[in-house]
Nanobody, 125 residues
Framework: QVQLVESGGGLVQAGGSLRLSCAAS????????MGWFRQAPGKERQFVAG????????YYVDSVKGRFTISRDNAKNTVYLQMNSLKPEDTAVYYC??????????????????WGQGTQVTVSS
C-alpha cells in the first residue's frame, strides 16, 4: 500500500520558518515528479511547488518564490519544503503529492497519483 506521510507543520509567527517533510512508502518515486499543494479554509487547493524526478528543475507559485524551497532525496523517498519568511496568508493545510508521468505540468493536481493526508501550517501575525 502506497502512503505519503507529511510532518513538520505547526504554529509559527510571521517571519518564521518551517520545514515540511513527506516520506513515501510502498513504492519508489525516484522516477516521478513530486509536489506540494495547500488549501486554506474556504479556498480551493493551490499548487505551491513541484520538483522533477531528477531534482534538476523546480517550480513555484509566484507568491512563494524566493521564500520556499522544494527538494527531494530519492534515496529516502522523501520530498521537503523549506518555508522561510512565512506570512499569515501562508496559513493552510499542506499536502504532498507524488507519482504520475513527468510531463512537466507540475502545477496540475491531475499530474499526481498519490496524496498525503495533509499537515496544518498556521502563521500568526
Amino acid at each position: 500500500q502506497v502512503q505519503l506521510v507529511e510532518s513538520g507543520g505547526g504554529l509559527v509567527q510571521a517571519g518564521g520558518s518551517l520545514r515540511l517533510s513527506c516520506a513515501a512508502s510502498g513504492r519508489t518515486f525516484s522516477g516521478s515528479p513530486m509536489g506540494w499543494f495547500r488549501q486554506a479554509p474556504g479556498k480551493e487547493r493551490q499548487f505551491v511547488a513541484g520538483i522533477r524526478w531528477s531534482a534538476a528543475s523546480t517550480y513555484y507559485v509566484d507568491s512563494v518564490k524566493g521564500r520556499f524551497t522544494i527538494s527531494r532525496d530519492n534515496a529516502k523517498n522523501t520530498v521537503y519544503l523549506q518555508m522561510n519568511s512565512l506570512k499569515p496568508e501562508d496559513t493552510a493545510v499542506y499536502y504532498c503529492a507524488a507519482g504520475g508521468k513527468d510531463s512537466g505540468v507540475y502545477y496540475a493536481a491531475s499530474t499526481y497519483d498519490y496524496w498525503g493526508q495533509g499537515t496544518q501550517v498556521t502563521v500568526s501575525s
